[in-house]
């Protein structure tokens, strides 16, 4: 008897175990929904969240400076526009010297566009050579003025039927030779125009980012305590005060240090391109500098650039290829070697994990969101693992290859 009752009260846990884990398809659709809400919500909002997440992020970076000069009696409000001034002077006279190349490369984009179409034209002739020369003969013959009186005589219809038809086919050739071209030019002029027609967007964003700046460095620390002593916590009052102060530590570790390294990517690059005399190397150094700052996207964007850049100064030559060339082996050394050093292990990140996730922040918010995912990544991640929730999915993410 005694063995019976062991083996039964042996077997009932293991039936307990096997039905505790199931969940209910109905919870599942909650996830999802609020998934979706969530994504639909980032989407629609980003003109209204992308300065205030920016100027979070920025508060929580100049904070430790504020509260510094605090000791030495120096009013919040007056520490918050000195530091501003400081981090946006050096940046303003950058743009300013870089504003008349880049308005330059702007208005060359058409050209350049006509001209790489031109090239993939005289390519795709070179590989069906039977085409091109019965063409060029014909419109010869039929030179003389006459070709305007046929066009309008495709309105009158008084001419005879062979007039239209040589027309045509005289500017059929020339029609479908320059047909890609044309809708290049077309989709560059229609992106510069929507890049411009974005511009008061992107002015009132800016300008909605510094006045929430101000404000956080001047009075978010005041509303901070304020929100502890009138709101206390049922756990620990003190865990959301070593959270913000852990953020700001490792957030702001983590943004000078890539602020650095990024800036003497940027300096290397416009050196070695001024040495090569690469037309508008400081231009190219603060692109990639910039470009920099969303691992794998942002450097092959780079490179796309550069190669454009390449062929407009050099033409359609292999040296062209020489500006790609030289700033990919630059970030070569910079993503295998520099970066992991200077970073170490605290703050990896996997690649899969982080290519996925620039993904999905480029989808919901642009460029914007491109630039904004790591650091937001590196927020999770640290909340995460202060407050010792979803443990698994951080090392998730900081698995390594």
Not at 275 to 291: E, F, I, S
């Amino acid at each position: 008897m005694s063995d019976m009752s062991l083996d039964s009260s042996t077997v009932t846990p293991v039936v307990v175990s096997e039905t505790t884990p199931k969940r209910p398809i109905s919870t599942l659709a909650v996830y999802g929904l609020l998934a979706l809400a969530i994504l639909y919500t980032l989407y629609f909002a980003k003109t209204l969240l992308i300065p205030i997440i920016v100027a979070l992020l920025f508060s929580l970076l100049l904070s430790p400076l504020v509260t510094l000069f605090r000791r030495f009696y120096i009013p919040r409000t007056v520490s918050a526009i000195l530091l501003l001034t400081m981090i946006g002077g050096p940046i303003t006279i950058l743009a300013i010297e870089l504003a008349e190349p880049a308005q330059k490369w702007l208005v060359q984009l058409p050209k350049l566009s006509s001209h790489l179409t031109e090239e993939l034209d005289n390519i795709s002739q070179a590989m069906n050579p039977d085409t091109p020369p019965p063409p060029k003969v014909k419109p010869k013959k039929v030179e003389p003025k006459q070709s305007s009186f046929n066009v309008f005589g495709w309105f009158n219809k008084t001419h005879d039927e062979p007039a239209p038809v040589i027309a045509q086919e005289k500017e059929a050739p020339a029609n479908n030779s320059s047909a890609l071209s044309a809708r290049v030019m077309q989709g560059g002029v229609e992106k510069l125009i929507s890049i411009l027609g974005e511009t008061p967007v992107v002015i009132a964003q800016f300008m909605t980012f510094i006045i929430l700046v101000l404000f956080l460095l001047s009075f978010g620390s005041h509303l901070y305590e304020s929100y502890l002593e009138i709101f206390p916590s049922e756990v620990n009052k003190r865990r959301p005060v070593v959270l913000v102060g852990k953020l700001q530590k490792e957030l702001s570790r983590y943004i000078v240090t890539v602020t650095i390294i990024n800036t003497v990517l940027g300096i290397v690059t416009a050196s070695v391109f001024w040495a090569l005399g690469v037309d508008d190397a400081l231009l190219w150094g603060a692109v990639v500098g910039l470009l920099n700052f969303a691992p794998y996207v942002g450097p092959f964007l780079g490179i796309i650039i550069l190669c454009l850049a390449g062929v407009t100064q050099y033409g359609m030559e292999l040296i062209a290829l020489l500006p790609a060339a030289v700033y990919f082996g630059i970030n070569m050394i910079e993503a295998q070697f520099v970066t992991p050093t200077v970073l170490g292990l605290h703050m990896r990140l996997n690649p899969l994990v982080l290519i996925l996730w620039l993904l999905i922040w480029g989808w919901l918010w642009g460029p914007a969101g491109v630039l904004l995912a790591v650091p937001l990544l590196v927020c999770f991640k640290l909340a995460a693992r202060q407050l010792d929730i979803m443990t698994n999915w951080v090392k998730l993410v900081e698995t390594s290859p």
